[in-house]
């Protein structure tokens, strides 16, 4: 089975899920953690900015702090989204307008 990995997005690409779309991106935050003129960009498959908030949170979560501030924005052009995302005892990421 041969595979190759998309040099966007960085999924693997196996031949049965051929073609490929990447997922959509968005420019993510952790306020304290990242520079806001310097957002990271983030593939993932939330359609919307709370669930982005907590994607993001989850893929940056390892086990320090219970609440982070996340901003997230479909693009430069877009306003800044500011959600309050709290990490519960069972990893669970729950984001909430601020």
Do not use: N
């Amino acid at each position: 089975m041969s595979y190759e990995k998309c040099v966007i997005c960085k999924e693997t690409l196996y031949e049965w899920r051929l073609p490929h779309k990447c997922k959509p991106t968005w420019e993510c935050i952790i306020k304290d953690y990242h520079d806001e003129d310097e957002p990271e960009i983030f593939h993932t498959d939330g359609y919307d900015y709370t669930q982005v908030a907590e994607h993001f949170a989850a893929k940056h979560f390892q086990g320090e702090g219970s609440e982070w501030d996340v901003w997230v924005r479909k693009d430069s052009y877009d306003e800044w989204h500011k959600y309050t995302v709290e990490v519960e005892a069972v990893p669970s990421f729950t984001a909430s307008l601020i």
